[in-house]
């Protein structure tokens, strides 16, 4: 059983979920068209696990760049020009540097993905009336009831937070 | 400015562009099929159709590849460092100048292809197990290159998709008309607004913008070791790396100067990128412009010093009174003198002279590489060696083609895609308004 508040303005919602979390209601997500809240602004936690996949790829990457420029060069077919060294390790930073940039850059981006799970153009939750809004101007905030009986009572008490809406649905959203 | 207005001003020309809109891109067609009529003739009659030749066997192509690379740095300065920072007044030009970043990587990319002579081998610069053997030298500047532009361009690209979502977003739900509404909804990937998308989206722009910040430094810096580990006076020099950073991130802020006054005034965005906006930019760039000084300097300076007489008489004799001296003058008149309008407030707030500041410095810069790379080839150690460099129509034709395509780009980006992040716009907004409560 979910619960779907629909605000119109951004101070009303974050009122609403401040005063909802206040009273230990921990099951809220919100969906609005810029981040509600300090903490979805400005990211302060919750990095880690995106950070960690970046670093390993970024390792693999800086590895692999190495291993492809020392295999070509010294090992492979190895080339004497004017002398120089075979294994030229100075020569190798540059690619290795940059490879290693774009392993753990992509890491990061296809990290978002998997972890978002996207793409996924469909949702169950943009089959709710007029949810499309929240993208442009609609403030909403869903609440995970865990069971149908808490329904009536919680309506009762969010009624004076100003919510346009209360839309309650059974589905798993 | 509220909420409604802004979406409204953002999203307007994905509905109907200003009529010069159309105009501009006749024009700029034009000159694309310039850029494709010389690049062809090029790829018919071999690169013998430019004006290089030994001794300076670098010339436009080289000058304007670098020049495209450094305008391209500022579009991830701005969103990386400035991101880094904590400087929310960069969400109102940072999509754009992102935007810039790419097709410029894009279009200077084009120029060392081209300079293969045969563009069709390119890939025989990336390491594969190929039936001859052989393999890229990777003790050589030209596949450090090869890295890098390509990793900045792959980086630039997720970073300015990643920002991008939530408007495509918006745009999936503001717009009319199916097809265009399926269109935005595929590339917008189901976004839908949770807090949870928004944190991690922040956290993941973060870092990249840590990753970005690095790759500004790097990118240029190897594309002037294509210089540096020459053992050419004028080039053979340990200032480079962080000259040529400066220089890129110089030319790029004009470049971004020169594109948001145009367009905040063609598509009203005067109250997105305010006046404010413009006068961070023009003080940056008079920061940026004195540190480019100061590299200017002290390049003269290492040369003064030195116990090389061809060191010394490139950048004493060559260069100020050479062939191409008149050139050398304009450069330093444009480069040097032109950012110290910005110490006044009055010239940083007039948005004609900023654009004309804007486009001088662009010109300055580009002639700076010209004298770097043309001047120092065209007078080497053996006066015997000596030769001037005249370029041909066919240089000019893909230098002011390339402008067309950046326009043509930039003029299709700005028609389908929105110009301004509308989230952290409106986030900054609304911290504002929260804090300004009683």
Redesign the interface.
Known sequence: MKLFLEFGT??DATEALESLRAREYRRL?????????D?????PR??FM??LP?FAAGAVGAAL?YG??WY??AR??P?N?GG?PAH?AA??V??T???M??F???A??I???I??R??????P??EIDGF??????RFWIVMDLQSPELADFMVEQIRPMHPIRIVASEDAV | MN??AM?QTILAPLDEPPRLWIVLVAVCALGTLLWITSVGYTLWMGIGAWGNNIPVAWAFDIVNFVWWIGIGHAGTFISAFLLLLNQPWRDAVARMAEAMTLFALAIAASFPLVHLGRPWFFYWLT?YPSTM???????SAL??DV??I???F??SL??F??GLV?DL??A???LTGTTRRRIY??FA????????????????L???AA??A??VV??HS?VS?DFSIAQLPGWHSTIFPPYFVVGAIYSGLAMVLALAVPVRAAYRLEAVITLLHLERLAKLLLTIGLLLVYCDAIELYTAASSHDPVERAMHMVHWPFGPFGWLYWTMLALTVLTPQLFWFRRFRCNVSILFGAAVAILMGMWLERFVIVVASLSRGGVPSKWHDYVPTWVDWGILFGSLSIFGLFFLLFLRFVPAAA???L??SR??M??ETKP
Not at chain 1, 132 to 137: Q, T, V
């Open positions: 951004a101070e997500e919100t969906y609005s068209p810029f981040p509600l809240t903490d979805d602004a400005h990211a919750g990095w995106l950070a970046a760049s492809i420029q070509a060069t492979s077919y080339l020009i120089r030229a020569a190798f540059p690619a540097f940059e490879t940039c774009l753990a850059a992509s990061l981006f990290g978002f993905l972890a978002e996207l793409p996924r153009l469909w949702q939750i943009f499309e809004r929240a993208s442009i101007d | 909420d409604r979406i390491p053997g052989v393999w890229p030298n990777f003790k596949p450090w890295a890098a390509t990793t900045y792959l980086v997720m970073f998709y990643l939530p977003a918006t999936r739900d503001r909804g595929v990937l189901g976004w839908n607004g949770g807090g949870r998308q928004w944190r991690r989206r922040r956290a993941a973060k870092m990249m990753i970005a690095a790759l790097s990118v190897i070791l509308m989230g952290e409106r986030r609304f911290e308004l929260v």
